[in-house]
């Protein structure tokens, strides 16, 4: 599998050809100054996480979101509240 790096200028300018080169089964991971911000895959690409789970590795999540805790309000750091709650 073919993995290119390129620029934002570079994808725009060229959007055809690199657009046929994944449709071909090349990756294309786009840069903004120098930093990934993006990857082009095949739409058939098959993600890690898809893999771990045609593997039987790993699982959907099933039932329902669990909601996240309401936050707490402290007096004081989080090194504090942390050695508090070793006492």
Partial sequence: MNVDTIGIRELRNGLSRHLAEVRE???????DHGRPIAKIVPIDHESGLE??????????PSG???ALP????IDGTVSDLIAE???
Wanted: glycine share 8%; proline share 7%; charged share 40%.
């Fill in 25 to 31: 089964g090349a990756e294309i991971t786009v840069t």
């Fill in 51 to 60: 893999r771990l789970i045609r593997e039987g590795i790993a699982r959907r």
């Fill in 64 to 66: 329902p979101r669990q």
């Fill in 70 to 73: 309401d936050p707490i309000e």
């Fill in 85 to 87: 709650q070793r006492r």
